[in-house]
C-alpha cells in the first residue's frame, strides 16, 4: 500500500526569502543536517527541470533524486527518488510554499507518497516525517536564523528599531585630487519601505570614483563646503534591518548591491531594496564589493555589446586592471582572440594569467600596429584610455568593428564624427552599465551569472586598504600601478 | 481580472475551524459583517448549487451561489449572482490546511473578478481587507479566547 506523509510548518520569514533557498535543488547541504553532501550530476543548473541530485547523508547513506517541478508562480517544487540505499519505493514529493499575508510570514507544505517493504511501513514513515520534514522545517528556521555568521565576520550591529545608527564615511567638499578625502561622522538612516540598511565589510573602488572625484560628473555627485559628497557605487556587507515591504532579504543576509547614485564609501549605509542581492556562501565579501560592479560592466561588453564569441578578435585595455582581466577570462571562455595592453611587465603576466593571448607592454599608447599585424585589426575594442589614444583606437579596429568607449582616463574623448567611422564601416557605443540592470530582474540575473563566475574563479587579484586609507587607494590606482581591483575595508 | 488574496493561521485544529466556516448560510455567525442568511427554496445549504442570500450590516443584499465543497480539503467555492458591489465573474474560495507543526491552521480567502477600470484599488481592499481579513479577524478571536 502507497504510504502518504504530510508535515507543515509557520516561517517567520517573507516566502520570497525561504523559496531562495528551497527552490535551489542543491542546497541541503548547507541548510539540512541530515545531508552531509549535495551535486547536481552532470554539471547542469540546479534550476533546471529534470536534473538529479546526488546526497551523501550524515549516516552513510545515499539517494539520488530528480527534479520533476519548479515553479516559481507557485512556489512548488517536485522531486522523486531515482536510486537510494533506503528502501524508499516510488518516493514522489512535493514542497509548496503559501504567503501569510498576514503578518508576511510562509506556510510551508511538504509531502510525499511511497511504498516500503513489508513490516517497514511504520519505522519509515517515521523517517521521513520526523527525521527529514520536521527536522528540516528546524534546520531551515536555524539557517535563516544565523545566516550572519556565514561570512566569519563580526555580526551587524543591533540598532532600536527605527533609530539612525552611527557610520564613519569619506567625504569630498571639493572636486580635485585624492587629497580632497577626509574622514568625518555621519549617520544611516532607519530604512523606510523598500529599504534596506547594511553593514558594510568591503567596499569596490572603481575607476568611475575617480571621475566624481575630479568633478566630471558634477551632476550626480553635488558638493559643497556644508554638503560634502560621498563617493562609491558598490559595497559588501550584513543586512541591519530591512524597511516594510522588503521580501527578498532578511536582518543577517550577507549581500551585496550596487546603485546608480554614489554613497558607498560609509561603514553603514541605506538603499533600496532593489540594488541588493544575496551573496552565495562561496563568494566573500571582499570580492563581491570588488567585482559585482566590473563583473557586470564585463558581462554587459562581453555579452550585449561586444557579442564576443568563437573567433573574435577583442582588444581590451588596461588588461591587468579590474574590468580588464575579467575581460580577458570571460572572453577566452568565449572562444575569442583577446589582445591587451598594459603598462609594465609585471602586469602584463598577471593579465596573461587570466587568459590575454596577445599582451602589449605600452607606456605611451602604441599598439595598433601590432594588432593589425597579428590579426588584421580588432572586431571589439573596449575603451578606457580616452583622448590620447583616439587615433591609435581607429586605426587598430578592424573593418566593422565595435569601438566601445567605457572610459577616459586620459581625458574626454573628441568628438568621432560619422564621416571618420564610415572609413571603416565602424560601430561607436558610449554605455552606461547600470541602464542595462535597471529592473531588479536585469540585476539578479546578470549579478547570478557574475557570482557563479566569480565562485568558480579564477579570482582577479584585489588590494585591500582601510576605509579612512581611502586617498591612497584613489592615489594608487591612479599611479596606474595597481594591479586588479581595489576594495576599501570598513 | 483582478485577484484578491488573503491568508492567516489561526489557533485552532482544522476540523475545528472548518466545522465553524462550513454551513454556507452559518455567515451570521461567525463573520461580525454579515447581519442575516438564509438559503433559497429550502434546500440544504451543503447542496452544490444552492444559494444563500443575506444582507451586510450596512444593508447591502447579496445572493451567491454554492459552486464546491470538500469535507476532504476543507474548501469551499462560491460565485456572487447579485450584490451592490459593482463586480463581475466573481469567484471567491475560502480553503483551510492543517498546520501539522501545532494543532493549527492555514487559512485562505482569494477572489477573481472584473470590475469597472479605476475600481480595483477599492474593491481590493474592501474584499481582502475588510469582508476577509474581517472573517479571519473575527476567527481569530473567536479561537484565541478558548
Known amino acids: ?490 | 481580472m483582478v485577484r484578491v488574496y488573503v491568508s492567516t493561521i489561526i489557533d485552532a485544529a482544522a476540523e475545528n475551524v472548518w466545522a465553524r466556516v462550513r454551513d454556507f448560510n452559518a455567515l451570521p455567525q461567525w463573520h461580525p459583517g454579515i447581519a442575516d442568511s438564509r438559503i433559497e427554496n429550502s434546500d440544504p445549504s451543503d447542496r452544490i448549487g444552492c444559494i444563500r442570500h443575506f444582507h451586510t450590516r450596512d444593508g447591502g443584499m447579496i445572493r451567491e451561489r454554492l459552486l464546491a465543497l470538500s469535507d476532504y480539503d476543507y474548501s469551499c467555492t462560491y460565485s456572487i449572482l447579485e450584490s451592490p458591489m459593482g463586480v463581475d465573474n466573481y469567484v471567491a474560495t475560502l480553503k483551510l490546511t492543517p498546520v501539522t507543526d501545532g494543532a493549527r491552521t492555514f487559512a485562505e480567502w482569494s477572489a477573481e473578478f472584473d470590475c469597472a477600470e479605476g475600481r480595483e484599488r477599492e474593491l481590493t481592499e474592501h474584499i481582502g481587507g475588510g469582508v476577509f481579513q474581517g472573517g479571519f479577524d473575527a476567527l481569530k478571536r473567536h479561537f484565541g479566547r478558548r
Open chain 1, 1 to 490: 500500500m502507497l504510504q502518504k506523509v504530510v508535515r507543515s510548518t509557520v516561517i517567520d520569514a517573507p516566502i520570497d526569502r525561504v523559496w531562495a533557498v528551497l527552490r535551489d535543488f542543491n542546497s541541503h547541504d548547507q541548510w539540512h543536517d541530515v545531508v552531509a553532501e549535495s551535486r547536481i550530476e552532470g554539471g547542469e543548473a540546479p534550476t533546471q527541470v529534470g536534473c538529479i541530485r546526488s546526497f551523501s547523508l550524515k549516516d552513510g547513506n545515499r539517494i539520488r533524486e530528480q527534479l520533476l517541478t519548479l515553479s516559481d508562480t507557485d512556489y512548488r517544487s517536485t522531486y522523486c527518488i531515482v536510486e537510494a540505499t533506503v528502501p524508499l519505493q516510488r518516493y514522489v514529493a512535493t514542497v509548496t510554499l503559501k504567503p501569510v499575508t498576514d503578518g508576511n510570514r510562509t506556510f510551508w507544505h511538504w509531502e510525499s507518497t511511497f511504498a516500503t517493504p513489508p513490516g517497514m511501513e511504520r519505522e519509515l514513515r517515521q523517517m521521513v516525517a520526523e527525521g527529514v520534514y520536521e527536522a528540516g522545517f528546524e534546520n531551515l528556521r536555524r539557517h535563516l536564523g544565523r545566516r550572519g555568521d556565514a561570512g566569519g565576520g563580526a555580526r551587524g550591529v543591533a540598532a532600536p528599531r527605527g533609530a539612525p545608527i552611527a557610520s564613519r564615511e569619506i567625504r569630498l567638499r571639493r572636486y580635485g585630487g585624492p587629497e580632497q578625502l577626509e574622514v568625518g561622522a555621519g549617520e544611516a538612516a532607519p530604512p523606510r519601505p523598500g529599504e534596506v540598511r547594511i553593514q558594510q565589510r568591503a567596499i569596490g573602488v572603481n575607476y568611475f570614483d575617480i571621475y566624481l572625484r575630479r568633478g566630471w560628473i558634477p551632476a550626480l555627485l553635488p558638493v559643497s563646503e556644508s554638503r560634502p559628497g560621498v563617493l562609491g557605487m558598490e559595497a559588501a556587507g550584513t543586512v541591519v534591518d530591512v524597511g516594510e515591504g522588503v521580501g527578498t532579504v532578511l536582518p543577517g543576509d550577507r549581500v551585496a548591491y550596487l546603485g546608480p547614485l554614489p554613497g558607498a564609501y560609509r561603514t553603514v549605509r541605506t538603499v533600496p531594496a532593489d540594488w541588493v542581492v544575496r551573496l552565495p556562501a562561496a563568494v566573500e565579501d571582499e570580492t563581491a564589493a570588488a567585482m559585482l560592479l566590473k563583473g557586470l560592466t564585463a558581462d554587459v561588453l562581453l555579452r550585449d555589446l561586444g557579442r564576443v564569441g568563437p573567433g573574435t578578435r577583442l582588444l581590451v585595455h588596461a588588461a591587468a586592471g579590474g574590468v580588464g582581466l575579467l575581460l580577458c577570462a570571460g572572453a577566452r571562455r568565449l572562444g575569442a582572440t583577446v589582445f591587451g595592453t598594459v603598462s609594465t611587465e609585471s602586469k602584463a603576466r598577471v593579465a596573461r594569467e587570466h587568459g590575454c593571448q596577445h599582451v602589449i607592454v605600452t607606456a605611451n599608447y602604441r599598439f595598433a600596429d601590432a594588432v593589425q599585424r597579428e590579426a588584421g585589426g580588432a572586431d571589439v575594442i573596449v575603451d578606457g584610455l580616452g583622448d590620447a589614444a583616439r587615433d591609435e583606437n581607429f586605426a587598430a579596429l578592424a573593418r566593422r568593428g565595435h569601438w566601445i568607449s567605457l572610459g577616459q582616463a586620459s581625458g574626454a574623448l573628441q568628438p568621432i564624427s560619422p564621416d571618420w567611422l564610415v572609413q571603416k564601416s565602424a560601430t561607436f557605443s558610449r554605455p552606461v552599465v547600470f541602464d542595462y540592470v535597471s529592473t531588479p530582474a536585469q540585476l539578479a540575473e546578470r549579478a547570478q551569472r557574475v557570482l557563479d563566475a566569480l565562485a568558480r574563479g579564477p579570482l582577479p587579484p584585489v588590494e585591500r586598504y582601510a576605509l579612512d586609507a581611502a586617498a591612497q587607494a584613489h592615489a594608487r590606482l591612479e599611479s596606474r600601478g595597481s594591479v586588479g581591483a581595489l576594495v576599501l575595508l570598513a
